[in-house]
Each structure stands twice: as C-alpha cells, then as structure tokens.
T-cell receptor, first 113, second 113 residues
C-alpha cells in the first residue's frame, strides 16, 4: 500500500542546532506540504512543493527551508533551531487539483531546548 | 486571504448525544471543503468532503452540507460514541489559493460513557 512516512517521530535538540525532518511518500504525488501544529492555531503551512525543483513559502516559513530533488521526498530543515519552533510537524501529499484529499504522515514532535 | 473559523472546544458530550461542530469559511472563489479528524497520537485523516455547493459529504455516521449562501460546512452526527473522541478540523482548498489546504483551529471532542 502507498504511504507517507516521517522521521524521526520524536526529536530533542538545542537552540542553534540544525535539524532536518524527513518526509517520504510512495503515492507518486507531485504536491507535498509541510505543516506545523500548535495548540490554538490548528495547522499552519510552512512550505510546499508542486513538483521536483519547485518549492514555495507558506504562511510561517521564516527559519525553515525545503528542497525537492525527487518526487518522493521533501525534507524540512531548521537552519538554526529556536524554542519557538518546538511543535509537531506534519508532512502531507496530494494529487494535483483542489478537490482531492491530502494524505498526512504521523507527525514529528520536535522539542528545542 | 482565505480562512476557516470553527467553534471553540472542548466539546463534551455523553454517549449517544447529538453532535454539531460549526464551521464557517471566507473564500474569494469556490473552494472544496473538508473535515479531517485526528485521534490521539496520530496524524490527520480525511473524514468527509464536499466539492461544490449543496453537496453533502458523509462517512462513519458523520455528515456535513456545503452551504454557499451561509458559507458554512457544519459537522453533525446523530449519536456519538466514546471512540469519536478526537480533534476535528474543518478546512478548505481552492485553485485561487494554489490548491493549499487552509485549516480552522480545530475542535476537541470528548465523549463520556
């Protein structure tokens, strides 16, 4: 069965360190997204990609970057982790268009001390 | 920009009670509307969707009707179970906004036996 997986599921790091969260999907979807989930804010879009070599900023992109070198993977990098980036991060993918669902990974819980 | 507003929780109900979670949206075009559910410790999964006005989405006893005149997509279930305890997110997606999924803040539902 096709799936979307995130790693690591849990990560504790220190302020100022670089952190990369991996996202891998086997749906062969062109669209991929990264969201963060915080109490009271729902899910907010960080970055997204419509295909290989395409990346776009979402509403809360400061301090984050992504790259898309193949269809399956969209890693999220925190260049210099800050305590404000403590959150649960979700990766998702979808087919083209706006009527279909997004398929979500199980999330990566990041704590920045 | 596009936005989704849903009722604040937590909502606490007894088993077999009737559930309504209100959701209204603001959008410039004609979005698709979704309800996602997140069970404890898990990622989000699609509960139901509607892609045009007057459509009714339904799944697992839940239903919601796309009301363009009131810009609403309220979630209902006639008889909730303890296993329905979760966080429910209303969301929209439309081509004018790059096909991104825009979420409400989420509503926690607790069902007591």
């Amino acid at each position: 069965d096709a799936e979307i997986t995130q790693s690591p599921r849990h990560k504790i790091t220190e302020t100022g360190r670089q952190v990369t969260l991996a996202c891998h999907q086997t749906w062969n979807h062109n669209n991929m997204f990264w969201y963060r989930q915080d109490l009271g804010h729902g899910l907010r879009l960080i970055h997204y990609s419509y295909g290989v070599q395409d990346t776009n900023k979402g509403e809360v992109s400061d301090g984050y970057s992504v790259s898309r070198s193949n269809t399956e993977d969209l890693p999220l990098t925190l260049e210099s982790a800050a305590s404000s980036q403590t959150s649960v991060y979700f990766c998702a993918s979808s087919e083209e268009g706006y009527t279909g669902e997004l398929f979500f990974g199980e999330g990566s819980r990041l704590t920045v001390l | 920009g596009d936005s989704v507003t849903q009722m604040e929780g937590p909502v606490t109900l007894s088993e077999e009670a009737f559930l309504t979670i209100n959701c209204t949206y603001t959008a410039t075009g004609y979005p698709s509307l979704f309800w996602y559910v997140q069970y404890p410790g898990e990622g989000l999964q699609l509960l139901l969707k509607a892609t045009k006005a007057d459509d009714k989405g339904s799944n697992k006893g839940f239903e919601a009707t796309y009301r363009k005149e009131t810009t609403s997509f309220h979630l209902e279930k006639g008889s909730v179970q303890v296993s329905d305890s979760a966080v429910y997110f209303c969301a929209l997606r439309q081509a004018e906004y790059g096909n991104k999924l825009v979420f409400g803040a989420g509503t926690i539902l607790r069902v007591k036996s």
